[in-house]
């Protein structure tokens, strides 16, 4: 195994890990929210820190609450085309998804 491979490996690992945390359908079910910060922190990952990406990964930080919330439904449904946020997004029931879009709209861009 390359150094190059191993590394691919551990990132995919993590990636994996993450995701299986987000998916928990029990969580969604439970009726208990966490706090926004802590709800967003799953999403730094990708979206960087507070949402401000820098990558290939679109921004959130400062989006339209309005525009964060329809985006996350259409994944969860399947109506928005997607590679990854169809699958995460099925993890979030409505109030998360209305406070995750509060939280964003509401960091500096
Ligand atoms: C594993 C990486 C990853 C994680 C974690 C992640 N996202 Fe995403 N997100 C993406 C990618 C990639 C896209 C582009 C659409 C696609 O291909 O799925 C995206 C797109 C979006 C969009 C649409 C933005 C636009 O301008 O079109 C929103 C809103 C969004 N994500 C919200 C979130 C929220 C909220 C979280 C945390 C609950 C989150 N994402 C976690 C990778 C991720």
New binding site residues.
């Given amino acids: 195994m390359t150094v190059k491979s191993r590394l691919t490996t551990t990132v995919l690992a993590l990636?994996l890990t993450?995701l299986s945390a987000l998916l928990d359908p029990g969580h969604a079910a439970s009726g208990e929210m966490a706090p926004p910060a802590v709800?967003?922190n799953?999403?730094f990952?990708?979206?960087g820190p507070d949402g401000q990406a820098k990558g290939e990964?679109?921004v959130?930080a400062g989006?339209d609450g309005a525009f964060?919330q329809s985006?996350?439904k259409g994944f969860r449904d399947g109506s928005r085309p997607?590679?990854?946020?169809?699958r995460?997004a099925k993890g979030?029931s409505e109030a998360e998804i209305a406070a995750?879009a509060e939280y964003?709209e509401q960091r500096k861009k």
């Fill in positions: 990636v993450m709800l967003a799953t999403c990952a990708c979206h990964i679109p959130l989006k964060i985006a996350l997607a590679t990854i946020m169809n995460i979030y995750l964003f």
